[in-house]
């Protein structure tokens, strides 16, 4: 940083044509203007500038380090501008996944607009109810339907999501109502594998607990 102050320095000082008149364009002290030149000829081992109290000259030397220093901050302030531009118009890849039944229903239909709206971004979805790493596996966001486990990840609530179990009258009739998920083990309702159903399924009666669905 320090090398880029002052050639932005030394820059302003062979533009303005003196010391005095870049000190106030950069908001610092004659004297200290004087002192980065110095600094910096120092540094290099050449003379920048052949100085008198009423003019400044490039030396050969000057000359050439000027070119590089003005190509140097172009740059530097082309890829400032291009970070910007960025900020301002969403560009790039978007890898997102989405539980499958979720993302058809509620996010494919919404593609099209999104593109239109934001035709730089070239949005990959996986619509998957596998509770993928994002991490690992190289996605920017996922869409989960369930509680956030502890992790470093970074989560925002879209809406509640709101889930009962229901059941025939004949099959409580043969099977009795259950009162807890723990009662759903006795009988023939659906269960399985948490990790197979973790991302579409929310919380179920008082426990807390997602059960998941598998038939048996």
Not at 64 to 88: F, K, N, P, Q
Request: charged residues 20%.
């Amino acid at each position: 940083m320090q090398k880029l102050h002052e050639m932005a320095v030394f820059s302003r000082v062979v533009a303005t044509g003196s010391l005095s008149s870049a000190a106030r364009e950069l908001g610092l002290s004659p004297a200290l203007v004087s002192r980065r030149i110095a600094a910096l000829e120092a540094r290099l081992g050449v003379r920048l500038l052949h100085r008198t109290t009423r003019s400044l000259r490039l030396t050969d030397e000057g000359a050439s380090y000027l070119d590089t220093c003005s190509r140097v901050l172009a740059e530097i302030a082309e890829a400032d501008a291009a970070v910007g531009a960025g900020r301002v118009e969403p560009q790039g890849a978007l890898k997102v996944a989405i539980p499958a039944s979720f993302g058809n229903r509620h996010i494919a239909p919404l593609i099209p607009a999104f593109a239109a709206r934001y035709p730089k971004v070239q949005l990959a979805l996986s619509l998957s109810d596998r509770a993928v790493n994002i991490i690992e596996e190289g996605f920017d966001l996922a869409i989960r339907i369930a509680h956030l486990e502890d992790s470093s990840l970074a989560a925002r609530k879209l809406a509640p999501n709101r889930r009962v179990v229901c059941a025939s009258p004949a099959y409580l009739g043969r099977h009795g109502t259950p009162r807890t998920p723990q009662d759903l083990a006795a009988s023939r309702a659906p269960s399985g594998s948490q990790d197979a159903m973790r991302a579409t399924t929310g919380k179920c009666c008082a426990s807390g607990r997602s059960p998941g669905w598998a038939w048996r």
